[in-house]
């Protein structure tokens, strides 16, 4: 690793801390219906939204109705996605004449890009046509963005508020989300993506000659469009069936750190909004300090690890899985980036990392998303373990628990611990199935731990909303196609309804003033609680499957066997 390798982990982390209360206290105002400098570009855009829809803004609803409101939404985007890819033959803007999906891909697609997943057991440029990635899953990365930062709303509504029913509208929610945060950014990002070198035409493929004389078929494509917001709104599906390590969705240096900066933006400025909302904004570094530390933590962890030099590779570093342009720290950033924030993007084959670094990643996704996490996703995953930190340490200082005022009773604990098992059930009990069945071994490229390994990241990735893969597991069949749609669902409607279910209970109690013996949450002492108890209900229930898979490769390796 090399100094130049250092400074720019510190320039990432140092843009990040920067841009936090800048982008922060702009979607503060958004949120809270102040006036900013995007209202006069967009705000006639929301009005005609809202009558074209017959919405009423100013109305707001308690968390059932906003519960009704958010499925009801989601299962409509879903059945277009699904539709769409079905007919897709018979659709405009296909001029690769791709024919129609399989039902069970479909299914997989819909729900994935509707659940801001975006896990693909398909090659985008040889699957989906232009129209179905325009109209499908780039609209979808939108909205599914903006449904998680509006079940964060409606969370600081109810933890905020008091005595009342209503937690906000959830149509403005998502409009304001979008029109106001989303989409301004993406439009940037977008145009200086495209000056680099991302494609975004609409011309049928190039067949052009190779330099050995071989015919070669070049996709192109309006992808710029979408890795904007595949990135902004920590989506992860790629144009192109490499993802980000394709010269076409990721070609300069340039490009890789914007995107890279981009994956986690939002994420870490939300919780600089967060602060404000709840008028403490010492609560909101509070939480951005712990995501930090769990974040450089396991960044730390992988770059030794995959800097370590082994025997079995003659003491080279490992550069299988990893674009030369990018080299071995830029791909390790990314990893622990992109499963840090429910991304999904690669740039790099995670297969390919060394068995304790694809551990990291595969960590990062088991404590719940919640080190910065999806945009809204990973925020409200953290209050979630905030509540549980919160109970723990009122049973061990004899004191109601309260947050911000608020009492945490007997609901709000056990709707954080469905909350909490229901993406964990899922990892547990599919893997499991998986590597016990034949349709599940079926489709691995490696034996041994490192094939159980493959496993485990795809029901790891699925439960937790991140979309990312090994790259050695053939995901594209019936069996994975469905478990891992209905891991998705799961994994993210799961934590969604207890989160609403919290946050309406919330918004009825009263708000008992500070005193003296209020167990404060704004300091370093509740840091390392909150810490220990991510890593401790997080971390300790998947640790008998990792022994299992990356701890005994690693092992293994260091003896000299490889899977």
């Given amino acids: 690793m090399t100094t130049q390798d250092l400074i720019q982990i510190i320039l990432f982390i140092t843009v990040l801390i920067g841009l936090t209360p800048i982008l922060g206290n702009y979607m503060y105002k958004v949120f809270t219906g102040n006036k900013h400098f995007i209202l006069p570009v967009f705000g006639w855009l929301e009005k005609l939204t809202y009558k074209f829809s017959g919405i009423n803004p100013d109305e707001e609803t308690n968390w059932k109705s906003y519960t009704f409101g958010l499925l009801m939404f989601n299962l409509i985007g879903f059945v277009f996605v699904f539709l769409i890819q079905l007919f897709q033959a018979y659709l405009p803007m296909n001029p690769a004449n791709l024919s129609n999906v399989s039902w069970h891909s479909a299914f997989n697609t819909a729900v994935s890009f509707m659940t801001n997943t975006n896990w693909q057991g398909y090659a985008g440029e040889t699957t989906l046509s232009y129209f179905v990635q325009m109209i499908g899953l780039t609209v979808q990365n939108f909205v599914s963005a903006a449904t998680g930062i509006a079940v964060l709303l409606a969370l600081i509504r109810g933890i905020s508020r008091k005595t009342t029913e209503g937690l906000g509208n959830f149509w403005t929610d998502i409009t304001r989300s979008t029109l106001y945060v989303l989409l301004p950014l993406s439009i940037l990002l977008a145009i200086v993506l495209v000056g680099q070198g991302v494609v975004q035409n609409f011309k049928t493929y190039e067949t052009v000659q190779t330099l050995q004389g071989a015919q070669q078929v070049i996709p192109m494509g309006p992808a710029a469009s979408q890795i904007v917001i595949k990135q902004m709104g920590t989506n992860g599906g790629g144009f192109f069936n490499s993802n980000s390590s394709h010269p076409f969705e990721n070609p300069t240096p340039l490009s890789n750190f914007l995107q890279m900066v981009a994956i986690l933006l939002i994420p870490v400025a939300l919780t600089y909004t967060y602060g404000k909302m709840v008028d403490s904004t010492r609560q909101g570094w509070t939480v951005f300090t712990a995501m930090l530390i769990l974040f450089i933590a396991g960044l730390i962890i992988s770059l030794y690890d995959e800097y370590s030099a082994n025997s079995i590779f003659g003491h080279l570093h490992l550069m299988e899985g990893k674009e030369t342009r990018f080299g071995i720290t830029n791909s390790i950033l990314w990893s622990a980036a992109t499963t840090s924030a429910s991304n999904g993007s690669v740039n790099a084959m995670h297969d390919s990392l060394s068995p304790i670094a694809g551990m990291m990643a595969m960590i990062n996704i088991m404590l719940g998303e919640i080190i910065f996490g999806g945009v809204g996703a990973g925020l409200y995953g953290m209050v979630i373990f905030i509540i549980i930190t919160v109970f723990i ?161 690693h092992l293994l390796m260091n003896y000299g066997i490889t899977f």
Avoid: C
């Avoid at 009990?429 to 079926?442: H, K, N, Q, R, T």
């Avoid at 919290?502 to 909150?530: H, V």
């Fill in 393 to 553: 340490a009122g049973l061990m200082v004899g004191r109601t628990p309260e947050y911000l005022g608020k009492k945490i009773e007997t609901f709000e604990v056990q709707m954080a611990i469905i909350a909490v098992l229901a993406p964990n059930l899922v990892i547990q009990i599919l893997s499991a199935w998986a590597s016990v069945s034949s349709y599940g071994l079926s489709s691995l490229n490696n034996a041994g731990p490192h094939g159980f390994s493959e496993i485990l990241y795809a029901y790891s990735s699925a439960a937790g909303n991140n979309g990312s893969a090994f790259a050695g597991l053939n995901a594209n069949s019936v069996f994975y196609n469905l478990t891992l749609g209905f891991g998705m669902l799961i994994g993210r409607f799961g934590v969604i309804i207890p989160v609403l279910a919290i946050a309406g209970n919330m918004n009825k109690k009263k708000i008992t003033p500070l005193s003296a013996g209020t167990f404060r949450t704004d300091n370093w002492l509740f840091i390392g609680l909150l810490i220990a108890v991510i890593l401790t209900v997080g971390g300790l229930t998947h640790f008998p499957a990792l022994s299992l898979g990356p701890l005994m490769d």
